[in-house]
């Protein structure tokens, strides 16, 4: 897509205002062969097992559901594709550093493919080992689509941000879902799941950590845009100690893309940790179902494979489900059901699966700030603060960190947008695969309602777009999600708890069911929504 109409920065000019080179290689780091060694459950599923209820995944909706049916009573054996992530790796540290990415940060690539792939002209991605780390970037035909594999989902990777929506909005994303029950119950009940809180704002007032959010907030402002606070899941405390000096650094060392040591509340530190103290909840990491079936008699036959860390299958096991809770995320449960029908394992599934699916409107940019206004060489990973322009341009964006370690003079924004663009996986039985028909042009949209924000802030700053960080002379990021929704969506290709039409016992349970959109960042709505459905599922269908 040509980004036609809006003015850039020379690289000769960009590299003048942003400081030396010397920086690029802190930025890229190098592809140690350090990894984190994979330690699944510590009884992983076996074959000719039987078990109440399978929870394929282990990311938000996964886990509300097993928690939830677990505390009524249920034994529950949940199966997820990546890695437990619960053990140092040859460096002490579990996860791997945002800045020096190494064979724990790709699932199953020989190269990284960093969201952001290039710093000052110069190409990022470095070559790597394959291996079954913490984050995938799969890519499609018109986009890459980026989920987190592990024990713990997309929250392993994801920034944090926990956004509630503005109830005015919701119609608009969930229309057959009550508000009132939502707002009243379910978005609590998630929060306190989740364990989200909001910066202290006088703290944020002063600490270095945060200068490029304060430097967001002072150019939206003087545009005319409000700043709000938006809450997250780090231990703020512990930032305030690492800020200090005191516990080693985590979301101010560039931790947060693949994974995070430290301060940050996973789904591992929050749901799934209470799940294990259920003792009727069991997980096998690294393994990956392909076939789910009716068996005779009443319930599902379940097809697993059990991977190594080099994603090669070391065997498949057979075991039977009386019910099973889909929660693959967004792709990976589209991806399976799309399969499922057209292959004939599951037929019955209505025509509405695949359907549905959307980006969140993610768009990504930079701008190019003059030399007074520094953002700062210490970022914290955690972005705490947004710009919102939805009601007047349809877009909310994030004053996101860019956590390089040196000064660049930039400010950087993820931006969720009011795009319409839906698309549909299909399968391709030649390929054996699903595919999705998203195009890139559908961004247009996405681009213009962030520049609705951003053109402004240019002109009343007298500043500039940068055009280094994806690609050469390339100023949006339109080539990625970090939230896909849709698939799978409530009331059309399920009922309106997320019943699979034509086969009882199967559930869908995690962001597939969202129509593409909720105008925030989405965990929370995940979450909530789950926690809706299942309280009803186990009322009515144990």
Known sequence: MQDSGTTGVSRRRFITGTGSLLGVAALAGTAAPVWASARAAAAPIGSGAHVPVLVIGTGYGGSVAALRLAQAGTDVHMVEMGMAWDTPGADGKIFANTTKPDDRSYWLRTRTKQPLSNFLGFPLDKDVNRYTGILDAEEFGGITVYQGRGVGGGSLVNGGMAVTPRRENFGAILPTVNAEEMYSTYYPRANSGLGVTTIDPAWFDTVDCYQYARVGRKHAQRSGFPFLFVPAVYDWDYMK?????????????????????????????????RIRATGRVTISALHKVTTVTPAPGGGYTVLIDQLDTGGRTTVTKTVTADKVFFAAGSVGTSKLLVGLKATGALPLL????GKGWGDNGNVMCGRANHLWDPTGKVQSSIPTGGIDNWDAGGAFAEVAPLPTGIETWASFYLSITKNPNRAQFTWNAAAGKAELNWQTAWKQPSIDAAKTIFDKINQKEGTIYRTDLFGVYKIWGDHLTYHPLGGAVLDKATDNYGRLHGYPGLYVIDGALIPGNTSVNPFVTITALAERNIERIIATDL
């Open 350 to 353: 209505n025509n509405e699966i």
């Open 241 to 273: 100690q690492e800020a200090a000096g005191t516990v080693p650094r985590s979301a101010l060392d560039a931790e947060i893309l693949y994974g995070n040591n430290h301060g940050k509340k996973s789904l591992q530190k929050t749901y799934i940790d």
